[in-house]
């Protein structure tokens, strides 16, 4: 299908993007690139469809929005083509919602590279986010995804070659009270059985464990690793907030 | 609750610097005191920053003149607000922009984003002025002016904004200005040395970004883009193509289409004007010369009927680069392509020297003497009726006057322009202008586009077409071939037949136009070649009365001119008396002319071509005159709404070439019938007895009659033919563009 010379040229610039990916100075977003490289599985002429239940549900998002206001439904929309393709937008999938949205293709790009959990690129069946802002990189994120990154075999945004797993990186979930933490993607089951949990209070033996309960297929529980302590609350139970909280002595609240 | 609020104030002020600040209150003057607490105690506190300034006396201002001319329009007197710009009260209109509201005062407000014919972004922040009882310096461009604001310009909160924004900006910009094309009409040079600091403080790596194939025509330097958005607005706004984008997010931000795509728009070469720094340049000047080298000389674009308004750079010689001027009757501030990278088709394929074609069919150079020697010799021993004169797409009034002339002297008076066709109506000034004038389109509200495409035909016309579509919604209903048309419209049908419908009112378009306030109905000037062009033009004129096109206040009945001679041409008569003159021709005089059918030419006639370009006629020609393009010569030009406008020479002279009208007032002399003009002014005079309106220069000329009123009406049967594409490939129209390479690239990688 591919003329030699093309072949040749989209396989020197998918090298000089490892390459790119790869140097330690490269700042690291979300997905690299904000541009698009033609590959056999990524391009503009390749086919991309909404499933049939996925349409209904794109429609079902639709209908959320004014009918003139079609484009407020891209973010939704490219979530749901997302979890479809396995955890990642391909350029065709991008011109799919497009054309549902009735706007130019580039508006649709637009806010598929703003947002870095839009991937541009495949990703894993389980796609490992490690938390890396400051409150979980001072409780030991780094450790974490190299833990992770060592078991694995790969590189960061790298696709183990089973297919199964992936880590990336982003910013702060939310999270710190139980720092370091890591989010599982699940795409296995398609845009159905699609979850996105958070897993906290995690050290590097604990995330190969948990890696390696997805690998047999187990359900890891989702939460804090931390036996001691229940959701956000500190270890070993409350130590604040004991009793019903004394109104505040300053105002008579009554009286406002 | 305000009370409150403010014993609060005043008490935190009180506990947190006890005296001075209190003392400093009490007495402005006496700054030296917290001078020595805080390093610039007014910057740190707006509130304080005032209350330190309020009590100067409001000094005497000199009243200032508004920046580049800014004015304002009240349509509602009631609606003005007033203002105090640095103390100097202005009045504005309600909803205007304290940036503009600025430029009225006289204060010109530094910008990048800000582009007045575009959307506003608001997001350069390099407009930040202080708003009295704001607490934030505020982004000009994006603030509404309220009534009774005070703003302030030139305050040290402004300045230091200014200054902070500046710094931001130039983090990541890389200092190549020695060798970047935009250096010397950069604005972000221009505004970082009158508002930025001297020294920045960044000391990390600076970003670099991948540059974006955007075609033949813009070259781009992604890594000093400064993420204004002009260039992305532009694309969608005005260019009316959906390419370009803003892609990814904070540092990693970058302009760019995410698929490689060519920007294949005809007013691309705008985004290079636009771009405040120099990421997108152009690239055939790429590096040629830096732009204070060059001499502008304000001109005419010729490439269409539009007349443009250009200023052509050049350098010696050499034009080497054309950018436009503003015109907001005409082209605003935009251009086609075609008109800004057509120019180095004007060193390729020059005529130098007078030829004659010797009789083993090779051109020989020859004196004038003896060029102007054989032409007139052959003129005197055809018969009066077999001399035809042909002028070409690029003519001026002058040189088409003086051929004329020549000819009726001669006895003849087979001469016409190309374009205007073999039986051309040039009785009737309203019968082949645009007579709703191209800034006039904007306040129609729908639009009937019969056999034409101005997409192609003329770029800035469809420009305003495009612009009144996105403003208020105007219906468009196009009848012709099928084509890419930039904004929303009914392709009603292809050809005449539809257009016979809209006349009879049978066609579900008909209740637009009828309810139309201003319709508006552009005719192609394609049509003028059309052999049913009598019941074609009768069919509009139909169309016109039923949806009342034509009143007293509104004249919506154009024609759509191709080439820049054409209406000149009208004007000065150039119809030829019969219609199949060029076959009984036994001299035929082109005068620039390329696109005549020379195979209809009879093998036994003596064609002289007269020209600058080595293009499609010489191939034919007996004798050829050399003559000067319009970058070498004055000349004035009429456009399609009726403006006359004027060329002037903005380089020398290319060999031994003569301006046209020279050459056939020189050869009048050879053959003994001389003209009686030796001066350009003594041609103007002449013109002055046949087309008056040709010499009053930038002003548009409306005709006085409509066609409607006096036209017969024709009841003609017609066949149904489709009309055809008059332009088919808009980067080649004319001499000059088929010799450049420029535009050949163009044709190559953007029209697929
Ligand atoms: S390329 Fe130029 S016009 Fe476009 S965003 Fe960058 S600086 Fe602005
Ligand atoms: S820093 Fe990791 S969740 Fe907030
Ligand atoms: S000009 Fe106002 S924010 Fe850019």
């Known amino acids: ?256 | 609750m305000g009370l409150g609020l403010l014993a609060l104030r005043a008490s935190r002020s009180l506990a947190l610097n006890r005296l001075p600040r209190a003392f400093a209150y009490q007495n402005p003057s006496n700054n030296a005191i917290i001078r020595g607490i805080v390093s610039t105690p007014e910057l740190q506190n707006p509130e304080a920053a005032a209350a330190v300034q309020q009590p100067e006396p409001a000094p005497e201002l000199p009243p200032r003149k508004p920046v580049a001319g800014a004015r304002v329009h009240f349509t509602n007197p009631d609606d003005a607000i007033e203002v105090f710009v640095d103390g100097y009260p202005v009045k504005v209109p309600k909803g205007m922009t304290v940036l503009q509201a600025c430029e009225i005062a006289g204060v010109d407000i530094p910008r990048f984003c800000y582009h007045s014919r575009l959307s506003v972004a608001g997001n350069c922040r390099m407009c930040l002025v202080e708003v009295e009882k704001s607490p934030k310096p505020v982004a000009s461009c994006a603030m509404p002016a309220l009534p009774g604001m005070k703003i302030k310009t030139d305050t040290p909160i402004a300045k230091k904004a200014r200054e902070g924004v500046m710094e931001f900006l130039l983090m990541n910009h890389p200092l190549d200005c020695p060798i970047c094309d935009q250096g010397g009409e950069c604005d972000l040079q221009d505004q970082s040395m009158a508002f930025g600091s001297d020294r920045g403080r960044f000391t990390e790596m600076k970003r670099s970004v991948v540059d974006k194939n955007l075609g033949p025509l813009v070259k781009t330097v992604m890594t000093r883009c400064i993420q204004c958005t002009r260039c992305v607005r532009f694309a969608t706004e005005v260019a009316g193509v959906q390419d370009l984008g803003i892609l990814g997010r904070g540092s990693g931000e970058e302009i760019g289409t995410y698929v490689e795509k060519l920007m294949t728009s005809e007013l691309s070469g705008n985004v290079i004007d636009i771009c405040p720094v120099g990421a997108l340049t152009s690239k055939p000047f790429a590096f040629k010369a830096r732009n204070w080298e060059l001499k502008g000389t304000e001109s005419i674009d010729v490439t269409d009927a539009v007349g443009s308004n250009i200023r052509i750079d050049s350098r010696g010689p050499e034009v080497l680069r054309i950018t436009p001027r503003l015109n907001e009757d005409i082209n605003e501030e935009w251009i086609s392509d075609k008109t800004r990278f057509f120019y180095d088709g004007l060193k390729r394929q020059r005529l130098n020297d007078p030829m004659i074609r010797g009789p083993d069919g090779r051109f020989k150079a020859v004196t004038w003497r003896d060029a102007l020697a054989v032409v007139a010799e052959v003129l005197h021993q055809v018969k009066a009726e077999e001399i035809v004169g042909v002028a070409g797409k690029l003519s001026d009034a002058e040189s088409m006057m003086a051929l004329k002339d020549l000819l009726n002297k001669m006895g003849s008076n087979n001469i016409w322009c190309e374009g205007n066709g073999s039986d051309p109506q040039a009785d009737l000034r309203s019968g082949f202008l645009l007579n709703s004038s191209i800034a006039g389109l904007e306040k129609a509200d729908v639009f009937l586009l019969v056999g034409t495409q101005p997409r192609v035909e003329a770029a800035m016309v469809n420009a305003r077409i495009r612009k009144t579509v996105r403003a208020t919604q105007a219906k468009v209903g196009y009848i012709g071939p099928p084509t890419d048309i930039n904004y929303d419209h009914q392709h009603l049908g292809t050809g005449t037949q539809t257009l016979l419908e809209i006349a009879e009112g049978r066609h579900p378009f008909c209740s637009a136009l009828l309810h139309a306030k201003n319709p508006a109905i552009i005719v192609g000037a394609g049509l003028f070649e059309h052999k049913d062009k009598d019941a074609m033009f009768s069919a509009v004129e139909t169309i016109a009365k039923l949806g009342k096109v034509v009143r007293p206040d509104w004249n919506g009945l154009n024609v759509l001119l191709l080439n820049a001679a054409q209406s000149a041409a009208l004007d000065l008569g150039l119809v030829p008396e019969s219609g199949n003159s060029v076959e009984s021709a036994k001299f035929l005089y082109l005068m620039g002319a390329d696109d005549v059918d020379l195979d209809k030419v009879a093998s036994d006639a003596f064609v002289v071509y007269q020209g600058h370009h080595g293009d499609r006629s010489v191939y034919r020609a007996n004798v050829i005159l050399p003559a000067s393009a319009f970058s070498e010569k004055e000349g004035t030009y009429e456009n399609t709404e009726g403006c006359s406008q004027e060329t002037l020479p903005a380089v020398p002279i290319v060999g031994d070439a003569r301006d046209d009208w020279k050459i056939i007032r020189a050869l009048s002399e050879v053959a003994g019938i001389r003209l009686p003009y030796d001066t350009l002014g003594a041609v103007r005079t002449r013109i002055r007895t046949v087309a008056p309106n040709l010499l009053h220069l930038d002003e548009r000329e409306p005709s006085a009659i409509s066609s409607v009123a006096v036209k017969p009406q024709f009841s003609q049967k017609v066949s149904i033919a489709p009309f055809g594409a008059a332009v088919e490939n808009f980067y080649m129209t004319d001499s000059i563009t088929r010799a450049s390479k420029i535009m050949a690239q163009c044709t190559a990688q953007l029209l697929k």
């Open chain 1, 1 to 256: 299908m591919f003329a030699p010379a093309a072949r040749l040229a989209s396989k020197r610039l998918l090298e000089i993007r490892q390459l790119f990916r790869q140097s330690p100075q490269a700042r690291s977003f979300s997905t690299a690139l904000n541009y698009h490289i033609d590959s056999p599985d990524n391009n503009p002429d390749a086919p991309w469809e909404f499933s049939d239940v996925n349409k209904e549900k794109a429609k079902e998002i639709l209908s959320h929005y004014p009918s003139n206001y079609k484009q407020s439904a891209v973010i939704p929309l490219l979530d749901l083509a997302q979890q479809q393709h396995g955890g990642w937008l391909p350029v065709s999938a991008m011109n799919a919602v497009a054309k549902v949205i009735e706007v130019a293709p580039i508006r649709v790009y637009e806010v598929a590279t703003f947002y870095s959990m839009f991937n541009r690129t495949k990703v894993g069946k389980y796609h490992l986010l490690v938390c890396g802002t400051t409150p979980c990189m001072i409780r030991g994120s780094r450790e974490i995804e190299e833990a992770l990154l060592n078991y694995l075999g790969v590189k960061r945004n790298e696709v183990t070659k089973d297919g199964m797993f992936s880590v990336g990186e982003m910013e702060c979930m939310g999270c710190c009270v139980n720092a370091p933490m890591i989010t599982v993607a699940d795409y296995t089951k398609g845009s159905e059985g699609y979850t996105y949990n958070y897993y906290e209070d995690v050290t590097p033996k604990r995330v190969v464990e948990i890696v390696e309960m997805l690998r047999r297929g187990e359900k890891p529980p989702v939460g804090t690793q931390n036996p001691q302590r229940i959701r956000c609350g500190p270890e070993g139970g409350n130590t604040t907030l004991l009793s019903e909280p004394k109104p505040p002595p300053c105002r008579d609240l009554d009286a406002c």
